[in-house]
């Protein structure tokens, strides 16, 4: 069975930073796309960062210039680096990834972890 494993979140007072990490594990013959995603109360669930097999990533415009994505291949492991936090980051972070299940690849998969809470007081 094929699962992401979020860790890193916690408490925070603004202006200051934290690390999330997600660690994908399982059958997986292959990670494509790993992601960052959010949720806060009240909220709908939007992509905050998306990094590709090659390295290319993407942000939405309110983290631009202070939340950098990460991977390590090797590893099927995705990072968040987040400074500069305000308020409004506070939400439950999700990793979701797509993957091969299988050594032909073919198909790819989606998997979500179970989230980990980041609270940005002021």
């Known amino acids: 069975q094929v699962k992401v494993v979020e860790s890193g979140g916690g408490l925070v007072r603004a202006g200051g930073s934290l690390r999330l990490s997600c660690a994908a594990s399982g059958s997986i013959f292959g990670i494509d796309a790993m992601a960052w995603y959010r949720q806060a109360p009240g909220k709908q669930r939007e992509l905050v960062a998306g990094?590709?097999?090659?390295?290319?990533?993407n942000y939405i415009d309110s983290v631009k210039g202070r939340f950098t994505i990460a991977r390590d291949n090797a590893k099927n492991m995705v990072y968040l680096q987040m400074n500069s936090l305000v308020p409004e980051d506070t939400a439950v972070y999700y990793c979701n990834a797509d993957y091969y299940s299988s050594p032909l690849r073919g198909l790819l998969l989606e998997v979500w972890g179970q989230g980990t809470l980041v609270t940005v007081s002021i």
């Open positions: 990094i590709t097999s090659d390295g290319t990533t």
